[in-house]
């Protein structure tokens, strides 16, 4: 695994990318343990996907990312360690299922009053996988709460804040500036350079992560987030969309949103 994630890094793919097909590679590596892919069927891996059904849910979470993961990895050993055949890799008849079409219907954004209470209710727990059950050590979830706050205050994407709490970006204290406390330069994915204007509570927020060093794992951050949402009742927030949400707030109360060199004003 490690020469294939050395390969992704070659091709210039990102940390927090290969951390997350690690984490999915993890997973199919428990379930195919001892198991000689050469002889897999589609109905194997069929099966094998199945087997991470929530039926709460109703569906297999991140089925997409997983499918991507195992066909990517099957496709390196084919092509770059041909170690497995074209009539061996079964994955090649496993289909990534496209986006949800529903996604592209319905509304993206959340109410501050629903953001606010998912927020609030996010909080550590004794976790049994641990053993940490009546030792009174909890989950760190922290960081979770710091991503959630700079998508919901900045409208920043999962990319910019990983990047920014790599340290490939700046946070700024400012005095004297009313309301805004600090500024925060990342790169915007589209390789432009964003300043942007935060209060008190972001900029916390960004400085914590930058002294962590890393934003934590896309799959810690929605499983901490499921857990709080329902805690209260509401559906899992999708990280992605609160940056719908920061801009439709910002033009409810009144503010244009325009990234300029001063950053976004607060009122």
């Not at 109703?58 to 092509?79: T, V």
């Not at 550590?124 to 760190?140: D, F, H, R």
Request: net charge positive; charged share 25%; with cysteine.
């Amino acid at each position: 695994m490690e020469r294939f994630l050395g390969c992704l890094k070659s091709q210039g793919r990102t940390e927090r990318h290969r951390e997350k097909v690690r984490h999915y590679l993890a997973q199919w590596a428990q379930v195919l343990y001892g198991k000689d892919l050469r002889w897999f069927r589609l109905q194997d891996l069929e099966q094998a996907l199945n087997g991470w059904f929530d039926a709460e849910a109703g569906d297999i979470p991140a089925k997409r990312h997983r499918i991507a993961a195992i066909k990517a990895f099957c496709s390196w050993l084919r092509e770059e360690e041909a170690v497995l055949t074209t009539a061996e890799d079964a994955t090649l008849a496993l289909k990534v299922p496209p986006a949800r079409p529903e996604e592209a219907l319905r509304d993206k954004g959340y109410s501050m009053r629903n953001v606010g209470r998912v927020y609030a209710a996010i909080s550590g727990w004794e976790s049994n996988k641990y053993g940490w059950k009546g030792t009174g050590c909890v989950t760190e979830v922290q960081c979770v709460r710091d991503v959630l706050l700079l998508h919901a205050k900045c409208g920043m994407h999962g990319t910019e804040i990983d990047r920014l709490a790599r340290g490939e970006g700046r946070v700024k204290v400012l005095q004297g500036q009313g309301a805004i406390a600090g500024t925060i330069t990342f790169v915007h994915k589209s390789g432009r350079v964003h300043v942007q204007s935060v209060d008190a509570q972001a900029l916390a927020a960004a400085m914590r992560l930058q002294a962590r060093g890393s934003a934590p794992a896309d799959w810690w951050i929605r499983q901490v987030v499921k857990r709080a949402a329902k805690s209260v009742g509401l559906e899992p927030l999708r990280m992605g969309e609160l940056r719908h949400s920061f801009v439709t707030w910002a033009a409810e109360c009144g503010t244009e949103v325009r990234p300029v060199d001063g950053g976004v004003p607060l009122t």
